[in-house]
């Protein structure tokens, strides 16, 4: 039984203050459910509007990719630089130790690999297991001009009916299949079709012409997609650049795990990210802390 007796009576009303009516940091999120405004607080910090995901999700089309041969040994050390992780379940409950409190995002299509059409996707997982997981979103492929178009994107607008039942939010990846153009003009399009389709966040590709047409064109946020190993100051500033031009946020995966100090290069990659650091003293953090790494190791090394 509740003690009842010598309740105290409730003063603390604060009747001349008026109750603030919240919005929410992202764009295009205001119209949200709880659940899922949360989940997108976990991937996106309320701070700076801004994420660095860490994309490690290769391996399922692709099998092991260089530097992800070993998750266990060269991912997990990354894992608390990342605001989110995007990963399959696979690798997530093999892997992945669930004391791990980093947002994470699931990729949840598949099915062929490089040696086949890859645009013809299928959703991979339910969305059940998606909340047994406690996943903050999940990813899927949306291939626009792709041979498999149509299914990719009704693949993506399934998802985000399922997404909405459970409060999970969808990342529409706009895959680029290899004959297509990268440019501002095809991005425009595929990331517009994929927010108005019901997409919570799209990742994309930046291009050098005409990327804040992109963001601008686009209601939801976008998260830059890494690609390729680049010279470090070359990603950095391509992260930059699409930050300044409206990205709420990186996406990458090659680029950080591939370098030469990836602990070094997510930090600097934070720092463009979330605190607007430009690219060439990006770059110097970079060098400092991958020269610190190398001295450690060293001293380390003649310790034994
Ligand atoms: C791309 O479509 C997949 O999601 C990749 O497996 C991954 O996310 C790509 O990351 P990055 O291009 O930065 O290595």
């Not at 990205?247 to 995966?253: P, Q, R």
């Not at 070094?264 to 770059?283: C, F």
């Amino acid at each position: 039984m509740p003690d009842t007796q010598g309740r105290k009576e409730p003063k603390q009303f604060h009747a001349d203050v008026p109750m603030a009516s919240q919005g929410f940091f992202l764009r295009g999120s205001g119209s949200l459910d709880w659940g899922m405004s949360n989940r997108l607080a976990r991937i996106f910090n309320p701070e700076s509007g801004r994420t660095v995901m860490l994309a490690i999700d290769h391996g399922y089309f692709q099998g092991p990719t260089t530097g992800l041969e070993r998750i266990d040994l060269n991912i997990l050390p990354l894992a608390p630089y990342a605001d989110a992780l995007m990963l399959t379940r696979g690798i997530l409950r093999t892997t992945v130790p669930p004391s791990c409190t980093k947002a994470v995002v699931l990729r949840a299509s598949g099915g062929p690999s490089i040696l086949k059409e890859l645009s013809n996707e299928q959703i991979a997982m339910s969305l059940e297991d998606a909340a047994r997981i406690n996943a903050s979103a999940v990813a899927i492929q949306v291939f626009i001009g792709g041979e498999f178009e149509t299914r990719s994107v009704h693949n993506m607008t399934r998802l985000v009916d399922e997404g909405l039942r459970y409060g999970i939010p969808v990342l529409a990846v706009t895959a680029v299949g290899r004959e297509m153009v990268r440019d501002a003009k095809y991005f425009r399009l595929a990331c517009r079709i994929c927010a108005e389709l019901g997409a919570h966040f799209v990742k994309t590709y930046y291009v050098e012409d005409g990327f804040e047409t992109v963001t601008a064109s686009c209601p939801v946020p976008i998260v830059m997609a890494g690609g390729k190993k680049l010279p470090e100051l070359d990603a950095l500033t391509m992260a930059y650049r699409a930050i300044q031009e409206g990205a709420a946020g990186v996406d990458m995966g090659r680029n950080i795990f591939q370098s030469d100090a990836p602990e070094a290069m997510i930090t600097a990659v934070r720092e463009v990210v979330h605190n607007d650091l430009k690219p060439k003293q990006a770059l110097e953090l970079y060098r400092d802390l991958k020269s610190k790494r190398k001295r450690k190791t060293k001293t380390r090394a003649k310790g034994r």
